[in-house]
């Protein structure tokens, strides 16, 4: 908590900047550090293969990461395909080394997002690993054996902030309850983040409207109940339908670093025309943040700490 007591004047200053001179100033950048990948997930849009896909150097990298702090941003995750797999050999460079530089830069935070299909070794502030349901629904979305492999290496982990996201879609949402029994129980584990899946491509994972409405209560009661969710009860209650927050969108305060080197100033589901049907957990988050909701506010506190 005293790391955050010496990084709260840049956040009071940064919101000042925001909410009363009207700037746009990112607060989190993700970087998707490469497309390769060791899985090809029926729900994801990132992966390329072949002459489509895209490695970034440490040099770009390092770029990039200069870029998004001078631009504002504090926190950084680092994304792929699978960043675990991140290599500059000519520098000698893997994702740790990434995670070092943007702490010598000056970020307060940085994050890795992995698959787990090996050791989990980075050493960021928090890991989140992706698990998309049980056993059988997270193989089916992600392949043969990933889900036992994905737990193996979890139980062997070191780290001390790991957590996991879910991808909510039409073939997997009765897992939910499930995903979220396997997170309070697992001594590893910290808590659990859910989105919806956005449709940049298969609309037959979509998950439909009543459906939303179904898990974000189950959701919000299993987090009364006591379980690590991560997402806000207000934040959830937006979630059902991503029209409700329309004027209040504030998905601006990260930018993204696409594996090509293309940077993009907002959510790139503003692109792809996504928004009206967005599932991103974080879209009303900070929505809220930027209405210093209080909820929110400690939300993002307990994970930092």
Known sequence: MSVLLKEMPYYACWFARCKLLGQRRPLQSVIFITDRCNLKCKHCNVVMEGPYASTMTYDEVRGHLQFSYDAGSRIVDFEGGEPQLWRDRVKGADLNSLIDLAREIGFFSTTVTTNAQQPITARSDLVWVSIDGLEAEHDYQRGPGTFSKAMRHIDEATHPNMNVNMTVTAHN???FTGVAKLVRDHPKLKRLSFSFYVPYEDR???VPAEVRAEITATAGALK????????????????????????KRACWISNFVRSDGTRVMHCPGQDAGVCDECGFGMGPEMSLLFRLHPEMVLAGLKVRG
């Open 224 to 247: 009364q109940a006591g379980y690590p969710i991560m997402n806000s009860q207000a934040g959830m209650k937006l979630m059902r339908d991503p029209k409700s927050f329309a004027d």
């Open 204 to 206: 037959g994972l979509v």
């Open 173 to 175: 949402w009765r897992d």
